[in-house]
């Protein structure tokens, strides 16, 4: 059970590329999240998914682009990259059940440097 | 305002000090309180959480909810140097996550 999954590990980019981060889990969770994290910024939820075919905007979603294709899959996708994009990108899974808490699994997180 | 905030740090301390760890929050619809441990360069992992007030005990560690003061807190008892890392309070409700900053904590040898 490899859990959460994330590549690259690192990535620099050139400011206007575009490039997608992946993320794999499988613990057959419905639920997945892209969150970035900043340097005294916390967490902040970038787009989360409930299902295969469902997305919907976290708390900042300008400039990414999302898909759920499958239950095992949620890349995140940058088409225009900004300096305002470099972050650190954690992709979480979880499986809800009613009555009890919701554990969100992390993967290891992308580097993204963004010049 | 945030929805979360929690003390930066960063917290030294000495090994074996109790070690105390605190959030504010200010919404009344948080359901769970939960603490999250982030050593350097990896993902966060759940270390305990709670959705009531009142004191959760699980080895060295306490999470500690007051809801009507809208506190959190987390103590750890005889710290060790592999405690050291960013500690995160996370609050949930509906669908989704507020994290606070993290607290950088260093237990000293």
């Known amino acids: 059970n490899a859990g959460v999954t994330q590549t690259p590990k690192f990535r620099i980019l050139k400011i206007g590329q575009s490039m997608t981060l992946q993320c794999t889990q499988d613990m057959n969770h419905n639920y997945m999240y892209w969150y970035r994290q900043d340097p005294g910024m916390g967490l902040k939820l970038i787009y989360y998914?409930?299902?295969?075919?469902?997305?919907d905007k976290g708390e900042v979603p300008n400039g990414y682009n999302v898909s759920r294709s499958t239950t095992e899959d949620f890349p995140l996708r940058l088409e225009l990259a900004a300096p305002s994009q470099t972050s650190v990108y954690f992709c979480?899974?979880?499986?809800?059940?009613?009555?009890?808490?919701?554990?969100?699994?992390f993967g290891p997180g992308t580097r993204l440097t963004v010049l | 305002q945030k929805e979360v905030e929690q003390d930066p740090g960063p917290l030294s301390v000495p090994e074996g000090a109790i070690v105390s760890l605190n959030c504010t929050y200010s919404?009344?619809?948080?359901?769970?309180f939960m603490w999250y441990r982030q050593y350097s360069r990896k993902g966060p992992e759940l270390l305990m959480y709670?959705?009531?007030?009142g004191n959760k005990e699980d080895g060295r560690f306490t999470a500690q909810v007051d809801k009507s003061s809208k506190y959190i807190s987390l103590f750890i008892r005889d710290s060790q140097p592999s405690d050291s890392a960013t500690y995160l309070c996370?609050?949930?409700?509906?669908?989704?996550?507020?994290f606070g900053t993290g607290t950088s904590l260093t237990v000293i040898p």
């Open positions: 996370a609050m949930v409700t509906g669908n989704q996550f507020y």
């Open positions: 979480a899974s979880s499986l809800p059940t009613s009555g009890n808490l919701d554990e969100q699994f």
């Open positions: 709670t959705y009531s007030s």
């Open positions: 998914s409930v299902g295969a075919g469902i997305t």
């Open positions: 919404n009344s619809a948080f359901q769970y």
